[in-house]
C-alpha cells in the first residue's frame, strides 16, 4: 500500500484499459475504424464502471434508421438514454466485452425499470436475428462509458 502512496509502482490496469489494449493489439482481430477510435479514446478516459440493466432488440423491433438518424449496425449500434449519440460503451456481458456506440434512444420508463433492478443505467443492445437465442434475455452487468470527443 505505502508503495502505490510513493508512486513507486503503478496501480495495475482497468479492466477497460486491458481489453482495449488486447483489442489494439489484434487479439479480437481487425478492428474497424469506429472500433479502434473506441478503443483508444477508453485508454484515455479510464471511466468508472456503472451498474447497466442490459436488453436486447433486433429489426422485429424497430426500423432499418435509428433516433439519430444513422442505420442500426448489428455488432455497433446501442440504444441509450442521457448521453449525446456517438459516445462508447463498452459492456460486460456473460460472453465477453463487447464495444458498442450509441446512436439510438428508447424509453425513460427504462430507465425506472432499470432502478428497479438495483442498476444505475439501462442500455439496449442491437443484435441481428441471427443472435435470437440471446433476445429476450436481460442482464444486470457493468458497463463503462465513454464520450465520443
Not at 487479439?27 to 472500433?35: C, H, M, S, Y
Not at 459492456?91 to 420508463?109: E, F, H, K, M, N
Not at 438495483?118 to 452487468?141: K, P, Q
Amino acid at each position: 500500500m505505502m508503495l502505490f502512496l510513493l508512486g513507486l509502482l503503478s496501480c495495475p490496469p482497468s479492466i477497460p484499459q486491458t481489453v482495449a489494449t488486447k483489442a489494439l493489439a489484434g487479439d479480437f482481430g481487425k478492428l474497424a475504424p469506429w472500433q479502434e477510435k473506441g478503443y483508444r479514446a477508453l485508454l484515455k478516459a479510464d471511466p468508472k464502471p456503472q451498474v447497466a440493466w442490459v436488453t436486447q432488440y433486433s429489426q422485429y423491433e424497430c426500423s432499418t434508421r435509428t433516433a439519430s438518424g444513422r442505420r442500426v449496425e448489428s455488432g455497433r449500434t446501442l440504444a441509450m438514454l442521457d448521453v449525446p449519440f456517438g459516445t462508447y460503451v463498452l459492456i460486460d456481458l456473460p460472453a465477453g466485452y463487447t464495444l458498442r456506440q450509441v446512436w439510438d434512444r428508447g424509453s425513460r420508463a427504462n430507465i425506472r425499470r432499470a432502478r428497479s433492478r438495483g442498476a444505475e443505467t439501462w442500455v439496449d443492445v442491437y443484435v441481428s436475428t441471427r443472435s435470437r437465442r440471446i433476445l429476450n434475455r436481460s442482464f444486470i452487468r457493468r458497463v463503462w462509458v465513454i464520450g465520443n470527443d
